[in-house]
């Protein structure tokens, strides 16, 4: 699942999604911003264990549907003090595939 990850990202590289930042802070103080394309890129990330959780989206006559996600975890080893960082990607492995895979849209729209 991590290469069908990294290659999405390629193919999706300018994507203005990927250019969101992400802040990782170790308990020694030491912080560093991450663009969510160097969080994912590198291939330091791990996916959780999938859970079962109620959707925020209502649907007519539907209000508790349950869906699955699976969470993206980053271990990183601090440079500061040795000590690891972990961090929980904002989105789920499930989202994050559907933004991946869904083509940018078409120049001449904003022309």
Same mark, same amino acid.
Do not use: V
């Given at each position: 699942m991590k290469d069908t990850i990294i290659s999405l990202l390629n193919? !999706?590289?300018n994507n203005r999604f990927l250019k969101n930042k992400i802040e990782l802070r170790c308990a020694c /103080?030491? +912080?560093e911003k991450l663009t969510y394309f160097e969080f994912l890129s /590198? /291939? @330091?990330f791990d996916f959780g264990q999938p859970l079962s959780v109620i959707s925020p989206f209502i649907s007519e006559s539907v209000y508790d549907e349950? +869906? !699955?996600v699976t969470p993206l975890h980053l271990s990183k080893k601090c440079p500061a003090? /040795? @000590?690891k960082i972990t961090a929980v990607f904002p989105l789920s492995l499930e989202e994050l595939i559907t933004i991946l895979k869904v083509n940018p849209p078409d120049p001449q729209m904003y022309v």
């Open positions: 193919k !999706n590289r /103080g030491f +912080i /590198g /291939g @330091e349950t +869906i !699955n003090c /040795g @000590e």
